[in-house]
């Protein structure tokens, strides 16, 4: 059974990226919507991805943000994934030539066609996101109610911790898990101990 991916969201300073890293992540996300907490300069993005090797990726997150923006973003950046986590439809995530994720609310959203919806989609983030689509809220939603039509890969997000982050694997078999809020000290600022324990419990390394 291959091991479930770790994507860590909202990652701002290299410390951290480089604790992750060394923790065994599989994706660092870096969040470009300028309305949220975790948001980045280009200058500091730039930091943070010179300082980690390529076997990381670099996930870049927006949501409804203007397509002038995004670019000015991606064209300045070493960007391996985009993440539109707003109500952005396939036409528009795809003009920027790279793989990019969805972010599909959980209560929300209608499963039966993702796939027609999102042809072009790598992957599906299925979150509890609250109306700003920015994500990081810290809710859980329930795992049993895997009714999601994909053949798409599926990373589960919202108020996975260190507490929950097993049953969540067990309950959904998901591909990925997607971590924020859950492994902060405090709103927005990450712990580098919750990171390495989140890793561990999700690689089972224990």
């Known amino acids: 059974m ?3 991916k770790v994507k860590i969201c909202g990652i701002k300073d290299v410390t951290t990226a480089l604790e992750a890293e ?3 992540v599989d994706y660092i996300g870096l969040v470009f919507c300028e309305k949220s907490k975790r948001c980045i300069t280009i200058e500091k993005a730039k930091e943070i991805i010179s ?4 076997k990381t990726l670099i996930v870049a997150l927006f949501s409804n943000d203007d397509e002038k923006y995004v670019s000015s973003i991606i064209n300045s950046l070493d960007i391996d994934i985009v993440q539109f986590h707003g109500n952005e439809l396939d036409s528009y995530c ?23 919806i999102y042809p072009n989609s790598s992957a599906f983030i299925v ?10 809220t810290g809710k859980t939603f329930n795992w049993s109610k895997n009714h999601f039509n994909t ?18 694997i067990k309950v959904f078999l998901p591909y990925g898990v ?11 600022v990450k712990d580098l101990k919750l990171i390495k324990e989140f890793i561990q419990k999700v690689k089972n390394e224990k």
């Open 51 to 54: 300082s980690l090797s390529k």
């Open 2 to 4: 291959k091991k479930v």
């Open 178 to 188: 997607d971590v924020s809020s859950g492994v902060e000290s405090c709103d927005g």
């Open 151 to 168: 053949k798409k890969p599926i990373i589960i997000a919202g108020g996975l911790n260190c507490d929950n982050v097993e049953d969540a």
């Open 94 to 116: 795809i003009k920027y030539n790279l793989p990019y994720f969805k972010g599909i609310s959980e209560r929300n959203n209608d499963f039966s066609s993702l796939d027609e």
């Open 127 to 136: 979150d509890s996101h609250d109306g700003d689509g920015i994500g990081g």
């Open 22 to 24: 060394k923790s065994g």
